[in-house]
């Protein structure tokens, strides 16, 4: 399993960045996927998920109305549009692989998630 995320970078406040999450290794058409970040001296949290066919969605209140996942399943790439940046979204961005197959409801747990990326820097200076 090999998750790849890109497409952080430096960036205003104000301004947009579209991450994205490569997938290999597994099922991904079956799989919900999630975004996750984590700011230096904080623990992980949830940003956003979207279920396997793309049907359903979930985002942290904090990201609600800016950020917007969505995926491509004929090229297993899930993406997460953040628009109207502000510099409390500096963090290292992680996408993840659910571990139950087809879930009905998108997970929001970290503890839900099998497999992770290495994560992608974003740095929303003000």
């Known amino acids: 399993v090999q998750l790849v995320e890109s497409g952080g970078g430096l960036v205003q406040a104000g301004g947009s960045l579209r991450l994205s999450c490569a997938a290999s290794g597994f099922t991904f058409i079956n799989t919900g996927m999630g975004w996750f970040r984590q700011a230096p001296g904080k623990e992980r949290e949830f940003v956003a998920a979207?279920?396997?066919?793309?049907?359903?969605?979930n985002y942290a209140d904090s990201v609600k109305g800016r950020f917007t996942a969505s995926r491509d399943n004929a090229k297993n790439t899930v993406y997460l549009q953040m628009n109207s940046l502000k510099p409390e979204d500096t963090a290292v961005y992680y996408c993840a692989a659910d571990r139950v197959l087809q879930r009905t409801i998108v997970a929001i747990t970290a503890q839900s998630y099998a497999y992770w990326g290495q994560g992608t820097q974003v740095t929303v200076s003000s």
């Open positions: 979207i279920s396997a066919r793309g049907g359903s969605s």
